[in-house]
């Protein structure tokens, strides 16, 4: 009676060994490959919601500052025939950090905290003496004030031109509103650092 398992050569089982090998070099070489998607994955995600993070800080401790002090944290003259429009640096942050600035918190409450940035991306850092919190590409935040005091704020993304059919297409189904009713806006520029953009921008008034 002939035996079932034939003969296997030197050869072959050599070329069978290589082959396995060469399975398990593969194996190993994704699943490392997935582990580093993944760890940017996740760290991309932390990035973004230290972004939403600060985005939220400034849209809740400047309206609780206001309450409390009956202006808004910043220098010099305000207007009150329109809204102001300024960027998230200058004497405003440590005031709202429990700094008294030019008398600007003689209580010196702390209305916020914000993580120290690293290579002047993703939080606060200094130029000089001024403090500047910046966004994960580095560029600071955009803020619209209700300094005008109608409980209003005119929504800058109204009228924008968005070049992608599906958003195009999405804004013809629910328009955009032309005003918004709150008494500040925050929003990052998002990747290309265009504040123009809107497709990638941040915005404390929209869910992401």
Request: hydrophobic share 40%.
């Amino acid at each position: 009676m002939q035996d079932a398992n034939p003969f296997i050569s030197p050869a072959a089982k050599k070329t069978g060994c290589r082959c396995l090998l060469l399975a398990l070099a593969i194996l190993i070489a994704g699943v490392a490959a997935l582990t580093v998607f993944f760890r940017y994955a996740a760290q991309a995600k932390k990035i973004y919601w230290l972004d939403r993070y600060a985005i939220r800080d400034l849209r809740i401790s400047i309206p609780d500052y206001k309450v409390e002090y009956h202006r808004f944290p910043i220098l010099g003259d305000v207007p009150t025939s329109q809204d102001l429009a300024l960027r998230s640096r200058g004497p405003m942050l440590p005031v709202l950090l429990g700094k008294n600035i030019e008398g600007l918190n003689p209580k010196e409450i702390k209305f916020m905290g914000l993580p120290q940035a690293a290579e002047r991306k993703s939080g606060l850092w200094q130029n000089g003496d001024e403090w500047v919190l910046s966004d994960q590409w580095g560029e600071p935040f955009y803020l619209i004030l209700d300094t005008s005091g109608d409980g209003k704020i005119a929504n800058p993304e109204f009228g924008a031109e968005h070049p992608y059919p599906r958003s195009a297409q999405s804004l013809q189904q629910h328009p955009l509103p032309e005003m918004l009713p709150v008494e500040i806006i925050v929003y990052s520029s998002g990747p290309d650092r265009d504040p123009k953009t809107w497709s990638d921008n941040i915005c404390s008034w929209r869910s992401e």
